[in-house]
């Protein structure tokens, strides 16, 4: 059987852009096991230790309740998304450093709420997502940066390896949200995703997947594949961060997304930090309003946007549309 470079082209760029799609049967749900990096977490033992170990289908996670729970009330919940560094299988790694943020007294106070921290043995995919077959015709509707990625792939193909088959990761990862939000008082309309580079990939998965799940996404150094309708979330609100410099994952994939969200007029905040290289996590999760003087600007693709200037504020405000 023939095989279409194309479509091999593509499944490389999958991997090497923290690949979003998978080619696992959708009756596989357990998630496989690969090499583990297992970098170690990206914060300290003492703000491990505030997240409680286990594991969900084959994936392992760590939990952080809100300060002084009671069941009697309903919390927000937030999915955290690991990057690059992130992958493996200890439960340590998974924990990076935005984490840290969460276990700080104050901040539970102002905001209780449960973090869950997933881990990937790969990238943030969901269980049978398939790529559409490439022709010149689709590939004549992308912009001039998608073309430019999928042919400057093609060109390196052969220095490239790994294995196309995801993990489905993601929708594992998702399936333990609905569990958890089913097992503790977890206000639904308030179950918010973030995540840093290959988390910020899969934070645009998630609700590019599930728009009727999500209320609110921070992704940061992110970017979602051009055949994937972005239109689905155009009214889910979105604070997207990203280092105008950085040198990983080019800034101009958050802008294609921004400009496809300004023409539909989607919910969709965007900052670009100038001179920030593929640091914009450090930032955004620190946020508490623009300063032009250093570059860092935040811009709104339409009217639905809430201009909240801190971003802890920004989302803990934001609760799931209303079909």
Not at 17 to 31: E, P
Not at 306 to 315: A, G, S, Y
Request: aromatic residues 12%; charged residues 25%.
């Amino acid at each position: 059987m023939k095989r279409n470079p194309l479509r091999i082209t593509v499944l490389l760029l999958l991997v090497g852009f923290c690949a979003t799609a998978t080619f696992v049967s959708a009756g596989n749900r357990r998630v496989r096991t690969r090499r583990a990096r297992n970098k170690g977490a990206g914060v300290s033992k003492a703000i491990v230790e505030q997240y409680k170990s286990n594991r969900f289908e084959g994936l392992p996670y760590r939990l952080l309740a809100p300060a002084d729970y009671d069941p009697a009330k309903k919390y927000p919940l937030i999915l955290s998304l690991h990057g690059a560094g992130g992958v493996g299988d200890d439960n340590l790694s998974n924990l990076r450093n935005w984490n840290a943020v969460f276990v700080g007294a104050a901040w539970r106070k102002k905001y209780p709420c449960f973090v869950v921290a997933p881990q990937s043995p790969s990238s943030w995919p969901i269980t049978g997502d398939e790529m559409p077959e490439l022709s010149d015709e689709r590939m004549a509707g992308y912009s001039e940066f998608w073309r430019r990625q999928i042919e400057r792939r093609k060109e390196r193909s052969t220095a490239l390896t790994g294995d196309p088959n995801g993990t489905g990761s993601l929708s594992v990862a998702i399936d333990l949200v609905e569990k958890l939000a089913n097992e503790y008082s977890v206000d639904s309309d308030r179950i918010y995703v973030l995540g840093h580079s290959m988390g910020g990939f899969g934070s645009w998965n998630a609700i590019w997947a599930r728009p009727d799940l999500f209320a609110a996404a921070v992704p940061t150094a992110g970017g979602l594949m051009p055949w994937k309708d972005w239109g689905r979330f155009a009214k889910v609100p979105v604070w997207s961060f990203h280092g105008a410099a950085d040198p990983v994952v080019s800034v101009q994939f958050t802008r294609e997304i921004f400009g496809k969200m300004k023409e539909l007029k989607g919910n969709m905040k965007f900052t670009e930090l100038k001179g920030v290289p593929h640091s914009a996590s450090k930032h955004a999760f620190a946020y508490k309003g623009d300063d032009p003087d250093k570059g860092y600007v935040t811009q709104c693709s339409g009217p639905a946007c809430d201009k909240t200037e801190d971003i802890w504020q920004w989302l803990f405000r934001q609760r799931r549309q209303k079909k």
